[in-house]
């Protein structure tokens, strides 16, 4: 299992590369709303620093957090680009190579 914040992290990473590496092709895209749908385990730690956790499960490991609230989510996240400097920000146009299993 992975944390839902390190799975949008590394969506985030991703869409960055594919922005640099769009830099001077001729060929470069404006990403609309990126859909992303996956199954989601509520868990809760214990301790006097109690954490509700969002856990990122494979549709097969369903079964083992019977214990967990598992439940299914759809989040549509807009790409923008904040400049450095903090200016507006912007739509960012994007390209990259298809990865292998990619749809």
Not at 69 to 78: D, P
Request: no cysteine.
């Amino acid at each position: 299992m992975i944390e839902l914040a390190d799975m949008v992290r590394e969506l985030r990473k991703q869409l960055t590369a594919a922005l640099t590496e769009g830099d001077g092709e001729i060929l470069r895209f404006e990403p609309g709303p990126v859909e992303i749908e996956a199954s989601i385990a509520v868990t809760r730690e214990a301790g006097g620093d109690a954490k509700v956790r969002l856990w990122v499960v494979d549709a097969g490991a369903n079964g083992k957090y019977a214990q967990a609230e598992t439940q299914r989510v759809t989040l549509t996240l807009t790409p923008k680009a904040v400049p450095a400097d903090g200016g507006v920000p912007q739509t960012v146009l994007i390209a990259g190579d298809e990865v292998d299993g990619e749809r």
